[in-house]
């Protein structure tokens, strides 16, 4: 199946800066592509739909300004989590679709000290 | 946007036996399908089911969709050690979609 590559795995970083995440999509075009992020226990919380070329579409009560995303290509999207707090502590999820199918990277604990 | 509803939401079982899960959706589908999250991961994709199909197989995995009930359900067959996540179903249709809280799957060795 189709093959997602999500980097970092894991980041620790200081309050008040900046992480990037990386999804690229290695054997199939990903024109569309899905930013997600969950809490211990719970269920995915849709956060933003990238579309190759064009802006985000975020979910009610995520604020873009925090959560960057950039869907420059066919193949990758990148999320930005600008000024980290503490509570942006979480893991993030992508998931590119191709055809009626999810195909999901392997995931980015974030934790923010 | 429309969410599948699974149930039960955690379920315990010694190996070997079988497992089965049920989900629940409100709205139209084209298909449904189900995934699994092992701890800390992503989702995988496990099978898809067309809404014209009433059950489909794929190894030991079993799952049939009543259109008229708006409900499916995941059979593990001879459970393993290794079908220890959680498993969520996504009901496809036109509406934009996102994942209920999932059947937390723990097989006891």
């Known amino acids: 199946g189709a093959v997602v590559s999500q980097h970092p795995s894991r980041v620790i970083c200081k309050s008040g800066t900046s992480v990037k995440i990386e999804c690229r999509s290695l054997?199939?075009?990903?024109?569309?592509m899905f930013w997600y992020r969950q809490f211990p226990k719970q269920s995915l919380m849709l956060m933003a739909t990238?579309?190759?070329?064009?802006?985000?579409?975020?979910e009610q009560g995520v604020e873009k300004d925090k959560f960057l995303i950039n869907h420059a290509s066919l193949t990758l999207s990148t999320l930005t989590v600008t000024s980290a707090h503490p509570e942006d502590s979480s893991f993030y999820i992508c998931?590119?679709?191709?055809?009626?199918?999810?195909?999901f990277g392997s995931g980015t604990q974030l934790s923010v000290l | 946007s429309q969410q599948g509803e699974e149930d039960p939401q955690a379920l315990s079982i010694q190996e070997g036996e079988n497992a089965t899960m049920n989900c629940s959706y409100k709205?139209?589908?084209?298909?449904l399908q189900w995934y699994r999250q092992n701890s800390g991961r992503g989702l995988v994709h496990l099978i898809l089911?067309?809404?014209?199909?009433r059950e489909k197989h794929s190894g030991r995995l079993r799952v049939t969709l009543d259109t008229s009930k708006k409900s499916s359900s995941l059979l593990i067959t001879a459970s393993r050690a290794a079908d220890t996540a959680s498993y969520f179903c996504?009901?496809?249709?036109?509406?934009?979609?996102?994942f209920g809280t999932g059947t937390r799957l723990t097989i006891i060795p």
């Open positions: 998931s590119g679709a191709e055809g009626e199918k999810l195909f």
């Open positions: 054997d199939f075009q990903a024109t569309t």
């Open positions: 990238s579309n190759e070329g064009s802006k985000a579409t975020y």
């Open positions: 709205t139209s589908i084209n298909n």
């Open positions: 089911i067309r809404s014209n199909e």
């Open positions: 996504r009901p496809f249709g036109n509406e934009k979609l996102t």
